[in-house]
């Protein structure tokens, strides 16, 4: 949502197969926003660097997101990006990588995140070298070995995939996976969806969503995205679209859900700096009085 600002109509969830790992999947995320040029993407891919530290009303503050959201949900994760300088009309475009399984099995000490960069000139995309053409030679084979594609054709391939001439494209591999040997995340349930296994998913709660569909969101939302990302944004941007698995996201207002509701104004004492007061609607969930368990703020 971020990156609204930077022109982005949409952001896509998705499932691939790893033709590289024959039945493996892999998870896919990709916007069309501003994209990320090779300065850019060497900060994204470093601990603790945000260029929205100072910036209001964004969610990318401490520069720690992007590592530990995709390390929690697999081993290895590989970036796309493009992205046109607005001042001078440079068109770039970076691929990084950040692999466990890589660092594991060269017994790296040092976290080596190998990238490549490239720079259009005229109709052609020539080699942007920053040290280096034997450094980037080298820093491409590592990223073909250990990456889910095969040559430096298929990292290209990938480019043309984004639409238009910026944005980001994130592939997630070598998923983590459940004691069983089921990745933790569920492809197979439902086809729009993308729900998680194991403690987070209650099968008396989903059966109780089908009996009171006011509170589906409510029920649902801790083991399927669908549901969580319907109620992530009390007001998403007007004409931005989430879409997973192919199929958008329809956005849900929870005020819509709740009886005896009032607005009230919340005045947080201030301790020494300035707070904000923000406009608060409380209320019960309409199926309350049939005592089901749902409760929060």
Known sequence: MDEFCNGATYVSIDVLDNKKDWGSKMLLLEDNGGGMNPDSMRQCMSLGYSVKSKLANTIGKYGNGFKTSSMRLGADVIVFSRRRDGATSTLTQSVGMLSYTFLRSTGKEDIVVPMIDYLKRGETWEMLVRSSADDWKRNEETIVQWSPYESQQDLFQQFELLKGDQGTRIVIYNLWEDEGGNTELDFDTDPHDI????????????????????????????HSLRSYASILYLRPAPGFRIILRGKDVEHHN?????????????????????????????????????HIDIQGL
């Open 195 to 222: 729900q998680i296994r194991g403690v987070s998913r209650d099968e008396k709660k989903i059966e109780m969503a089908k009996e009171y569909p006011n509170s589906r969101h409510l029920l649902t939302y801790q």
């Open 254 to 290: 929870l005020v819509n859900d709740m009886m005896l509701s009032e607005e009230i104004t919340y005045r947080p004492q201030s301790v020494g700096y300035e707070t904000s007061v923000a406009a608060v609607t409380v209320g019960f969930v309409k199926d309350a009085k049939h």
